[in-house]
Nanobody, 123 residues
Framework: VQLVESGGGLVQAGGSLRLSCAAS????????VGWFRQAPGKEREFVAH????????YYADSVKGRFTTSRDNAKNTVYLQMDSLKPEDTAVYYC?????????????????WGQGTQVTVSS
């Protein structure tokens, strides 16, 4: 599967953005998808995860209650709705997918990655 993120940009603190992760190929519903981010000078960190059918989601504590991930398998797309954005959310955001994994919190568990999209939150 190939992944392409979109929807990043510049927003003021307290604002919202919705990221999209579009996948190529068939049977996207068998892919579990994770969102990760990497800020300058920092390590990549887990943001959110969604199961293939969309029935299970999990969030990092830093975004819980502000970010929501969802998917539309008919459109081969996963979304990350980001509300109440903070300057510390500034980073390049990546989506990643895999059909199976040991630990969805770890980037190494995912076999396919998008190119990333920049999110900048100004104070």
């Amino acid at each position: 599967v190939q992944l392409v993120e979109s929807g990043g940009g510049l927003v003021q603190a307290g604002g919202s953005l919705r990221l999209s992760c579009a996948a190529s190929g068939r049977s996207f519903n068998i892919y579990r998808v994770g969102w990760f981010r990497q800020a300058p000078g920092k390590e990549r960190e887990f943001v959110a995860h969604i199961s293939g059918a969309g029935s299970f989601t999990y969030y990092a504590d830093s975004v819980k209650g502000r970010f929501t991930t969802s998917r539309d398998n008919a459109k081969n797309t996963v979304y990350l709705q980001m509300d109440s954005l903070k300057p510390e959310d500034t980073a390049v955001y990546y989506c990643a997918a895999s059909t199976s994994m040991r630990d969805y919190l770890l980037g190494q568990s995912y076999s396919a990655w998008g190119q990333g999209t920049q999110v900048t939150v100004s104070s």
